[in-house]
């Protein structure tokens, strides 16, 4: 017999259980909710406002984790992670959603996912109409992903890259030197990221040119129990873009990762993903209150 009890995520003390209860329940194409280092990877980065994760909330059978309402970013993006077995909770975490999680400057949205059948049918029952979708794709690792790199460059040796110059990197490959100015030298949060409870730095790959810029970043967060090679993030810097940068930095990915068990790679909705080999996976709606 169920006992369900509910809670509020406390961002001290329930981070690794929520870590281990998305693990436990992951699928390829995310009908159950985001794998794990999606939630840990906000929570690690300086980009997200956490001043709203006490509104979280877990539901638990018997102290069990078997389902999670979360902000990620913006805060007004709100996901769900439910346990196969469990889906007579779905219209309770959209009802919770709806009253209690932040809404602000009408921006409030659902992100479902679409093998997430019994929580869209409880969006629709409570007004909730779909307002957009877009795919993610996956790389299988089932062929070899052997894209080289141009002449005059090499990735650094693994595990031995510099954390301010791939933050730099990060700076320029996100546009923001074009936003927002230089980059201001200022490494911590890459530090602080790197010290995430279950980050796997030593596989990220950094492509650096002959002056030792780095010039292409990859992050790879390890999943073994999931065999995910958890992508997260890519950024070739403007003035590099469009020479093979990246699809070199996924299959040195795929190089340092396929030993390992890794069965399949994330990566993103950009064309360039099914170019190199990338298939369709994982489908993404945004759902809106019928006003």
Same mark, same amino acid.
């Given at each position: 017999?169920k006992?369900i #009890?509910t %809670?509020?995520? %406390? ?11 998305m #693990? ?6 995310w009908?159950?909710?985001?794998? &794990? ?9 300086s980009?997200m406002?956490?001043?709203? #994760?006490? %509104? ?6 018997q ?6 309402c979360?902000t990620?970013? !913006? ?9 196969? *077995? /469990?889906?007579e909770? &779905?219209?309770? +975490? ?8 932040p ?10 996912f679409?093998?997430q ?7 629709r ?14 790389? @299988?690792?089932d062929? !070899?992903l052997? /894209?080289k ?7 650094v040796?693994?595990g031995?890259?510099?954390v301010a110059?791939?933050m730099e ?7 923001? @030197?074009a936003e @927002?100015? !230089?980059?201001?030298g200022?490494?911590?949060a $890459?530090?602080?990221l790197?010290?995430a409870p ?6 990220a790959?950094a492509?650096?040119?002959?002056? $030792?810029?780095y010039?292409?970043? &990859?992050g790879?967060?390890?999943? !073994?129990?999931n065999?995910?090679? /958890?992508?997260e ?7 590099y873009?469009?020479? *093979?940068?990246?699809? &070199?930095?996924l299959s040195?990915?795929? %190089?340092r +990762?396929?030993?390992?068990?890794? #069965?399949h790679?994330t ?6 993903y ?5 298939k369709?996976?994982i489908?993404?709606t945004s ?5």
């Amino acid at each position: 017999m169920k006992n369900i #009890t509910t %809670r509020q995520f %406390r961002i001290l003390a329930d981070h690794m259980d929520i870590y281990q209860f998305m #693990t436990n329940i992951y699928e390829k194409d995310w009908r159950n909710g985001v794998p &794990a280092p999606f939630f840990e990877y906000a929570l690690s980065s300086s980009w997200m406002d956490k001043s709203y #994760t006490h %509104r979280n909330r877990i539901w638990e059978d018997q102290g069990e984790i078997v389902a999670f309402c979360f902000t990620e970013n !913006p805060v007004t993006d709100i996901f769900f992670n439910l346990k196969p *077995g /469990y889906e007579e909770l &779905a219209e309770e +975490m959209v009802q919770y959603a709806d009253e209690y999680m932040p809404h602000i400057d009408s921006k409030f949205q659902l992100k479902l996912f679409k093998g997430q059948k019994a929580i869209i049918e409880a969006a629709r029952k409570q007004g909730y109409q779909q307002v957009g979708e877009n795919m993610d794709m996956i790389y @299988e690792y089932d062929k !070899p992903l052997d /894209y080289k790199l141009p002449e005059g460059f090499r990735f650094v040796e693994q595990g031995k890259f510099d954390v301010a110059k791939s933050m730099e990197c990060c700076w320029k490959g996100f546009d923001h @030197e074009a936003e @927002e100015g !230089p980059w201001n030298g200022d490494a911590e949060a $890459g530090y602080h990221l790197l010290q995430a409870p279950h980050a796997t730095k030593q596989y990220a790959v950094a492509v650096e040119n002959e002056a $030792g810029e780095y010039v292409c970043w &990859a992050g790879m967060w390890w999943v !073994p129990e999931n065999n995910l090679a /958890y992508m997260e993030p890519l950024c070739t810097i403007p003035e590099y873009r469009k020479m *093979g940068f990246a699809a &070199a930095a996924l299959s040195e990915l795929y %190089r340092r +990762m396929k030993p390992l068990g890794a #069965t399949h790679m994330t990566g993103g909705s950009n064309p360039f993903y099914a170019k190199i080999g990338y298939k369709p996976m994982i489908n993404w709606t945004s759902w809106k209150k019928e006003q």
